[in-house]
C-alpha cells in the first residue's frame, strides 16, 4: 500500500509537473548537432537543444524535458518527458514484480485509465518494459509512453506525458532520447 501511493503520487506528479513553465550542445555518434549530452548522478542522454531541461528536482524527479507550449491542446500544459530514478533497496522487488505493480496503479490512479500496450526487451542485459496508457486526471485527457528499467535496486523511468493530439509527434522523439540513455 505504501508503495501504491509513492507510485500514485509520482504519475500525479507528471501532470502537475507539466503545467509548470520552466526556462532553461554537443552532438554524438547518431545524435544531431542540436542534441546536447545531459549528465545526471544516475545516467545520462541526449536531448535536442530545443527542449527545456528542469533539473530542479521538483516533485521528486531526477530530470523533466519541456516541449513549447501546447498550441493545438485547450489544456494548461506542455508536454513533457519526466525521468524519475526511485531506490528500492531493501524491497525486494524483481522486475516483473514492478512492472506488475506500475500496470495495476496505472489503471487505478487514472479516471478511464486504459492499459493499451505493454512491451518487454532486453536492453544491455537488462530487463526493460515499454508502456503505452491514457487516463484522465484533473479532467484532462492524457496519453503516456512509459519507460521503465530495474537496475542495482533501482527504478528508472521515463515518462512522456502528453495531450493526445501531441502525442503521436512526441512518440518517436521519447524513442530516441530514451535509446540514448547510460545508466551509470
Known amino acids: 500500500m505504501k508503495n501504491f501511493r509513492w507510485i500514485a ?7 502537475l509537473i507539466a503545467c509548470n ?11 544531431p ?5 545531459i549528465e545526471r548522478e544516475a545516467f545520462s542522454l541526449y536531448s535536442p ?14 530530470l523533466i524535458l519541456f ?14 518527458i519526466n525521468i524519475i530514478v526511485q531506490d528500492l533497496k531493501g524491497m525486494n522487488f524483481s522486475f516483473e514484480d514492478y512492472l506488475k505493480l506500475t500496470e495495476e496503479q496505472i489503471k487505478a490512479l487514472f479516471k478511464d485509465g ?4 505493454t512491451e518487454k526487451f532486453t536492453r544491455d542485459g537488462k530487463p526493460w ?4 496508457y491514457t487516463g484522465t486526471t484533473a479532467d484532462y485527457k492524457l496519453a503516456f509512453l512509459q519507460y521503465i528499467t530495474l ?34
Open 114 to 117: 486504459v492499459m493499451e500496450k
Open 151 to 184: 537496475i542495482d535496486e533501482k527504478a528508472y523511468l521515463f515518462t512522456l506525458t502528453a495531450s493526445p493530439e501531441y502525442f503521436s509527434s512526441w512518440k518517436k522523439l521519447t524513442e530516441k532520447i530514451v535509446n540514448s540513455v547510460q545508466i551509470k
Open 49 to 62: 537543444d530545443t527542449l527545456v531541461a528542469d533539473s530542479s528536482g521538483m516533485m521528486g524527479t531526477s
Open 129 to 132: 518494459a515499454k508502456l503505452e
Open 67 to 80: 516541449g513549447k507550449p501546447d498550441t493545438l491542446s485547450r489544456l494548461p500544459f506542455r508536454t513533457n
Open 9 to 15: 503520487i509520482l504519475l500525479s506528479i507528471m501532470f
Open 33 to 37: 548537432d542540436n542534441w546536447k549530452k
Open 21 to 31: 513553465e520552466t526556462e532553461a550542445g554537443e552532438g554524438k555518434g547518431s545524435y
